[in-house]
């Protein structure tokens, strides 16, 4: 059973930042990709951003990022770690939510998708 455990999440102002880490039970190289979602009270959950680790490229990984986020929000993977990290500047009182790491796995002809329990961000002054 994959293991993902956050941390990183805390109470900043707005233009602050904060870094979100999320541990894996295993490498990050053997997941389809790992992800950041988040919600906030009374919305859906929506994909912040994704990595897939590509050791065959220069950069190493492959991300994706919600417009809303693009230019602030900064996605990496430690393998020597099992880790992706979320990096987020300049944040502002609409990223406040829960985030949750997500890694998906191709397992018998399935996607599987495990999560963590989350982790609260709060962008208020």
């Known amino acids: 059973q994959v293991q993902l455990?956050?941390?990183g999440g805390g109470l900043v102002q707005p233009g602050g930042s904060l870094r979100l880490s999320c541990a894996a039970s295993r490498s990050i190289y053997s997941f389809n990709a790992m992800r950041w979602y988040r919600q906030a009270p009374g919305k859906q959950r929506?994909?912040?951003?994704?990595?897939?680790?590509?050791?065959?490229?220069?950069?190493?990984?492959?991300?994706n990022y919600a417009d809303s986020v693009k230019g602030r929000f900064t996605i990496s993977g430690d393998n020597a770690k099992n880790t992706v990290s979320l990096q987020m500047?300049?944040?502002k009182p609409e990223d406040t939510a829960v985030y949750y790491c997500n890694a998906r796995d191709w397992v018998r002809g399935s996607w599987i998708d495990y999560w963590g329990q989350g982790t609260q961000v709060t962008v208020s002054s």
């Open 5 to 7: 455990v956050e941390s």
């Open 46 to 63: 929506e994909l912040v951003a994704s990595i897939t680790m590509v050791a065959s490229i220069t950069s190493g990984a492959i991300t």
């Open 89 to 91: 500047n300049s944040l």
